[in-house]
């Protein structure tokens, strides 16, 4: 383990009044005050980070870690290992492709039991809403899930099923009860059946088609049934991976009626463009997909105006084989990128072309999702009290990606060979240091389950899945 630094100092220290030269002290794993840069103690183990930019430490609250069950894909070591090296120091869960699904209690126990011990960066979990499962959510949150999730469409594994209206009305009216947000897969599955009876038409190697198959429209009507409901329940709702431009106007336009919702988008919607994926090419296929160039922009101005509050990764990741690269196949190729490590690297580039700062970074990345995972007065800012989670980053330092480089269990990502600018070059969690960008990982990791004390309780209901 390497020795705990007494404070990290540095002339670019982002802290939620802007960026300036600052002191961040750290005691017992949580900064104890922010001072003058020259302002340090006798005898102190202080880092200098000089021209390093010091920030907080990420979060992100979309993270398919898929162990138990499905390890082969991504696990608890290799996907925390990544997070470190790419400055995120929270993640949380998502409750499928695991198994089992996080959908009762006894799932939560066999995920932390997984994980314990095993984190290089705090991990928090989140609860499966599925059909039949609304008595079990109460003890779920009891257990300390963050937040819930549920499909409209079907999820691509069989053991998390997919909510239709009566079943989502139904979880809304006990979410409601709960203080957890509900985050909602948002797109239809009849529109999306219509559009692919009409598709499959075409050539299922060019992504064109596999974007005709699922069109912005199933993900605009999902997001209205999604306010509708949570106008009537009064329930937080957060709508994940916001592929179009429109379903972001049509969150700012709830928001201004007063319904409790928020919005993310993920690096690849605003890092690549549609009319550029080379045919077959399935490491870039996700859904929503990615879509042309008009949507991938106004993302960026949404984000700006404050429409969408954050970009998470989505880190989705399987086994090469199940992309099936060989065949190139749009419709049959599994839909997930991989992206963990890459994240402010990604957001960043793209963030100095348009000339935004560092500071929107950070809201972005690191303080909106540590609000909406509950973590507020603990995660996502520089500032006392808040764990000491602390990223130094060099926004000028450029790579290329490469294989060799990745830290996820597998290297599959549509990122290989792209140039980026910014590295991190050291990431602390609640004081300790995680990774270092010349010795990687540390030796012992310093995660730690966000879950409150035990003893657990037991599930009092069954579901049907
Ligand atoms: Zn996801």
């Known amino acids: 383990m390497y020795p705990a630094p007494t404070a990290i100092r540095g002339s670019r220290v982002v802290t939620p009044l802007g960026m300036a030269a600052a002191t961040v002290h750290i005691e017992g794993g949580r900064i104890a005050h922010v001072g003058e840069l020259d302002e340090t103690g006798p005898g102190a183990n202080v880092i200098d980070a000089g021209e390093l930019i010091v920030m907080p430490g990420l979060v992100d609250t979309h993270v398919h870690v898929n162990e138990p069950g499905r390890t082969d894909w991504e696990g608890f070591e290799t996907a925390t290992r990544a997070a470190a090296a790419g400055g995120v120091t929270t993640l949380l869960d998502m409750p499928l492709n695991s198994i089992p699904a996080t959908t009762s209690i006894s799932a939560l126990q066999a995920k932390a039991s997984a994980a314990a011990g095993r984190t290089w960066v705090d991990v928090g979990f989140i609860g499966g809403v599925v059909p039949g499962n609304a008595p079990a959510l109460g003890g779920l949150a009891e257990a300390g899930v963050r937040a819930f999730k549920c499909f409209l469409v079907p999820s691509g594994v069989p053991e998390f099923q997919h909510v239709t209206e009566p079943d989502l009305r139904e979880a809304m009216r006990v ?8 985050m909602v897969h948002a797109e239809l599955p009849e529109v999306i059946e219509a559009a692919t009876i009409e598709a499959t038409a075409g050539d299922p190697v060019k992504y064109a088609t596999y974007v005709a198959s699922r069109p912005a429209s199933a993900e605009h009507e999902a997001v209205a049934l999604v306010v509708e409901l949570a106008e009537d329940t009064g329930v937080r709702v957060h709508i994940v991976h916001v592929s179009s431009v429109q379903t972001a106007r049509m969150v700012t336009s709830a928001r201004g009626r007063g319904v409790r919702i928020s919005a993310e988008t993920c690096p690849h ?22 879509r042309r160039r008009d949507d991938r922009d106004g993302l960026w101005s949404a984000l700006s105006s404050g429409e969408l509050q954050m970009i998470v990764s989505d880190h989705s990741p399987c086994p090469p084989i199940l992309k099936r690269r060989d065949v190139g196949d749009f419709f049959v190729a599994w839909g997930g990128i991989a992206s963990l490590q890459l994240g402010p690297a990604v957001v960043w580039t793209a963030m100095r072309d348009r000339g935004l700062p560092i500071e929107r970074l950070v809201e972005w990345m690191s303080t909106a999702p540590a609000a909406l995972a509950g973590l507020e007065t603990s995660k996502g800012a520089i ?83």
């Open 383 to 465: 500032a006392p009290g808040y764990d000491a989670d602390l990223v130094l980053f060099d926004p000028d330092r450029a790579f290329e990606v490469r294989e060799d480089m990745l830290l996820h269990r597998h290297t599959v990502t549509p990122y290989l060979g792209v140039s980026l600018c910014g590295v991190v070059e050291a990431t602390y969690v609640r004081g300790v240091r995680a990774y270092d960008r010349r010795t990687g990982p540390a030796d012992i990791p310093p995660g730690e389950l966000l879950l409150p004390p035990h003893p657990w309780p037991t599930d009092r209901h069954n579901s049907r899945t």
């Open 175 to 182: 979410l409601a009860t709960l203080d957890r947000p509900l």
């Open 269 to 290: 919607y605003l890092w690549f463009d549609a009319d550029r994926i080379p045919d077959g090419a399935t490491e870039y296929k996700c859904a929503p997909p990615i």
